[in-house]
């Protein structure tokens, strides 16, 4: 897709991925319509970004993230990206993640990305993209974060299946299934420690592999070094 001009939804624009996308694309010559936790942090974001609306919204709330497709659609004036950057961590064993971490992990990383972008199905037509960050542990699935990786699998296969399904409408489907980034997510886990962990690829370098996913009308933006782009 083109990116410059493009009106994109930027979910979880206050988190380090998500911030350093909405900016990037913004540079870009992109309109972006901002969502985050953060309501500080999505002032911050939004002023680097230029003018757009933006709005505070917790992934938690299912309800608000149906929604946001609908408001980001009427005050850019229409939708040709959606991009969801949510997401918590959860480390510990199986035996010691209790049912209400449980349920929120799942909320926050499969079923709030999940309802963002059913929704913006509705709004972005042909030629557009609906994208969500997953990772590896969709694939991998490491000890100790059963959960955690748990609901990014089932991202990813709801992702797969989206795709067959709205492809005959012309909207591409990007998964943003990235290594190891060097930010500060793992240490705002929502229980537990993380464990050791390989040297991962900076934020710049994870978002520089979405936007060559986004230009390249990928499907998944390959975990090897988050360079390698399928088509």
Partial sequence: MEI????????GATGDIGSALAERLARL????????????????????????????FDAWDLDAAEGLAAWAAR??????AVVVCVGVAAFGPVGEIGEAVAE??????????????RSASAHVSSGGLLAAVTGTV???????????????????????????EVRRSGVGVLEICLPHV????????????????????????????????????????DSAGAKRVTS
């Fill in 4 to 11: 410059r001009g493009a009106r994109v939804l930027v979910a």
């Fill in 182 to 221: 060097e930010s500060g997510f793992a240490r705002r886990a929502v229980t537990g420690t993380a464990p050791a962990l390989p040297p991962g690829i900076t934020v710049a370098e994870a978002v520089e592999a979405v936007v060559e996913g986004m230009r390249m009308d990928a499907r998944v933006v």
């Fill in 104 to 117: 929120h992990v799942m909320a926050v990383n499969a079923l709030a990305p999940m309802a963002i972008l």
């Fill in 75 to 80: 005050e850019l004036g229409g939708l040709d």
């Fill in 29 to 56: 010559g992109a309109a972006t319509a901002l969502t985050g936790r953060d309501a500080d942090r999505l002032a911050e974001v939004r002023e680097r970004c230029g003018p757009g609306p933006a709005r505070t």
């Fill in 138 to 164: 969709a694939r991998s699935a490491p000890a100790g974060m059963a959960d955690y990786a748990a609901a990014k699998a089932a991202l990813a296969t709801w992702l797969t299946a989206a795709r067959r």
